[in-house]
């Protein structure tokens, strides 16, 4: 495809980096000509400079055939005039990024001639409460229309999960599961019936809402908050409360900026607003943050949210969440059963990166939704079955599959099906694909040739 990146920040450069593996066409346009000069240097790509909402740097790029253009500016307003214009021009498809409430609220029924709406923090707030409902989780994520989680939960000394064979898993939970994936120190594993785990290893459980629910209760693990600290009025911030009002959960949120006080004060109600600086320990202490349930920090420098997310670990605080969008520093995060890092930037560039390769997805399926874990190194993959699938109606023990990938969950009618070697794949089922290898849209590659 010939796709066009508006924007050369943190999220284009990434969108550019991650579409470069995948042999796109790529152009990317920016004002700024020492950014465009630094991605064109770091991948294979051509550059523009100028201004993305100018017909004339438009057709520059080529946007008369181009397949996608992606806006992912800073500016709301100058994503989604330059989709406009580029959509005029004749280009595909467009993506844009937008962030503020107020035009995510208002544009995203409204057709503007956008392929798709971003909106990464809200998504990453959406993250951040099903988080919250099971706190000893560091990742929870819906697949199949909310019908299938994936939760990566740690495995520590002397639980149920302690040097307990995969294949007896069922004997040993009253709950259908399947663990899809392993992290055990810098090894990453995507086991089978035979594998063992241990004390610390990192495991990823695929399963029902309903099933995650009755397992957390069976291994004895917290459910739920109720008194909630949020550092840092970001949109994110609003979001979240916005989504966590609609419980009995207490939700108290410091930010410095009074203009933002005024703003989520106004617009949430329930909410307590306290304005102070949220990286005074003494203000934390001061407004209770040693008796808080769970602490999120959502501002928006990286460093800040560590340093204060340290604090509250010390404080005794159940959960702690950290936004944190350098790749570098979020390596030097150390994740716990309750402690979890969240990245828009990440969630942004799943986003998009899902949207591009079901533009392309043929030969066995729709391509529908891509998770990456264990720093990008494991993809969970997400398909509805067509009938040229050539894996239709054979028991998966049958199923040759590419090294390193499992077949990790089938929907079919609404129900989840934990795939067992009899089972069989049919046209119209939502399945679940997690693998070490890199796929395209074409769920025919993860068969063995």
């Given at each position: 495809?010939?796709?066009?990146v508006?924007?050369?920040?943190?999220?284009?450069?990434k969108l550019?980096?991650?579409?470069?593996?995948?042999?796109h066409n790529?152009?990317?346009?920016?004002?700024?000509?020492?950014?465009?000069?630094?991605?064109?240097d770091?991948?294979?790509?051509?550059?523009?400079?100028?201004?993305c909402?100018?017909?004339?740097?438009l057709?520059n790029?080529?946007?008369?055939?181009?397949?996608?253009?992606?806006?992912c500016?800073?500016?709301?307003?100058?994503?989604?005039?330059c989709?406009?214009?580029?959509?005029?021009l004749?280009?595909?498809?467009?993506?844009?990024r937008?962030r503020?409430?107020?035009?995510?609220?208002?544009f995203?029924?409204?057709e503007?001639?956008?392929?798709?709406?971003?909106?990464?923090?809200y998504?990453?707030?959406m993250e951040i409460?099903?988080?919250?409902r099971?706190?000893?989780?560091i990742k929870?994520?819906?697949?199949?229309?909310?019908?299938?989680?994936?939760?990566?939960?740690?495995v520590t000394?002397?639980?149920?999960?302690?040097?307990?064979?995969?294949?007896k898993?069922?004997?040993r939970?009253q709950e259908?599961?399947?663990?899809?994936?392993?992290?055990?120190?810098?090894?990453?594993?995507?086991p089978?019936?035979d594998?063992v785990?241990?004390?610390w290893?990192?495991i990823?459980?695929?399963a029902?809402?309903?099933?995650?629910?009755?397992?957390?209760r069976e291994?004895?693990?917290?459910?739920?908050?109720?008194?909630?600290?949020?550092?840092?009025?970001?949109r994110t911030a609003?979001y979240?409360a916005?989504e966590?009002k609609k419980?009995n959960v207490a939700?108290?949120?410091?930010?410095?900026?009074?203009q933002?006080?005024?703003?989520?004060?106004?617009n949430l109600?329930k909410?307590?607003?306290?304005?102070?600086?949220?990286?005074d320990?003494?203000?934390?202490d001061?407004?209770?943050?040693?008796?808080m349930?769970a602490?999120?920090?959502?501002?928006g420098?990286d460093?800040r949210n560590?340093?204060?997310?340290?604090?509250?670990?010390?404080?005794?605080?159940?959960?702690?969440?950290?936004?944190?969008?350098?790749?570098?520093?979020?390596?030097?995060?150390?994740?716990?059963?309750?402690?979890?890092?969240?990245s828009?930037?990440?969630?942004?560039?799943?986003?998009?990166?899902r949207y591009?390769?079901?533009?392309e997805?043929?030969?066995?399926?729709?391509?529908?939704?891509?998770?990456?874990?264990?720093?990008?190194?494991v993809?969970?993959?997400?398909f509805?079955?067509?009938e040229h699938?050539?894996?239709?109606?054979?028991p998966?023990?049958?199923?040759?599959?590419k090294?390193?990938?499992?077949?990790?969950?089938?929907?079919?009618?609404g129900?989840?099906i934990v795939?067992?070697?009899?089972?069989a794949i049919?046209?119209?089922?939502?399945?679940?694909i997690?693998?070490l290898q890199?796929y395209?849209?074409?769920?025919?590659?993860i068969?063995?040739?």
């Amino acid at each position: 495809m010939k796709i066009i990146v508006a924007g050369a920040g943190n999220v284009g450069r990434k969108l550019l980096e991650e579409l470069s593996l995948e042999e796109h066409n790529l152009v990317v346009v920016d004002k700024e000509a020492a950014l465009v000069e630094n991605v064109v240097d770091s991948f294979d790509v051509m550059g523009v400079v100028g201004n993305c909402v100018s017909a004339e740097i438009l057709k520059n790029a080529g946007v008369e055939d181009a397949d996608l253009l992606i806006a992912c500016t800073p500016y709301d307003e100058m994503n989604i005039l330059c989709c406009m214009v580029a959509k005029k021009l004749g280009v595909g498809d467009t993506i844009a990024r937008v962030r503020k409430p107020e035009y995510f609220t208002l544009f995203r029924d409204v057709e503007l001639g956008l392929s798709m709406l971003v909106n990464p923090e809200y998504e990453t707030a959406m993250e951040i409460s099903r988080l919250l409902r099971f706190p000893s989780a560091i990742k929870i994520e819906p697949f199949a229309a909310g019908k299938v989680e994936v939760v990566e939960v740690v495995v520590t000394p002397k639980s149920p999960l302690d040097k307990l064979q995969l294949k007896k898993i069922a004997h040993r939970f009253q709950e259908k599961l399947l663990v899809c994936a392993v992290q055990r120190g810098n090894n990453v594993f995507i086991p089978n019936g035979d594998f063992v785990l241990e004390a610390w290893d990192e495991i990823y459980i695929t399963a029902s809402p309903k099933d995650i629910s009755l397992f957390f209760r069976e291994m004895g693990m917290p459910r739920g908050v109720n008194k909630i600290m949020i550092a840092g009025g970001s949109r994110t911030a609003f979001y979240l409360a916005n989504e966590l009002k609609k419980t009995n959960v207490a939700v108290k949120i410091i930010e410095n900026d009074e203009q933002k006080c005024n703003f989520l004060d106004e617009n949430l109600d329930k909410v307590e607003i306290v304005c102070g600086d949220a990286t005074d320990q003494t203000l934390l202490d001061e407004e209770g943050l040693g008796s808080m349930d769970a602490y999120i920090a959502l501002c928006g420098i990286d460093e800040r949210n560590i340093v204060t997310s340290l604090f509250a670990g010390r404080k005794g605080v159940k959960k702690v969440i950290a936004k944190v969008d350098n790749p570098a520093l979020a390596d030097l995060w150390e994740e716990k059963s309750n402690q979890s890092i969240v990245s828009i930037c990440t969630t942004t560039v799943n986003e998009i990166i899902r949207y591009v390769r079901g533009k392309e997805s043929s030969g066995g399926g729709k391509f529908s939704k891509l998770y990456r874990i264990i720093d990008d190194r494991v993809e969970i993959l997400e398909f509805i079955v067509s009938e040229h699938f050539e894996g239709v109606d054979v028991p998966l023990k049958d199923l040759k599959l590419k090294g390193d990938t499992l077949i990790a969950a089938i929907v079919r009618n609404g129900a989840l099906i934990v795939p067992g070697g009899n089972d069989a794949i049919y046209p119209g089922d939502t399945v679940l694909i997690v693998t070490l290898q890199e796929y395209s849209g074409n769920l025919n590659e993860i068969l063995e040739r």
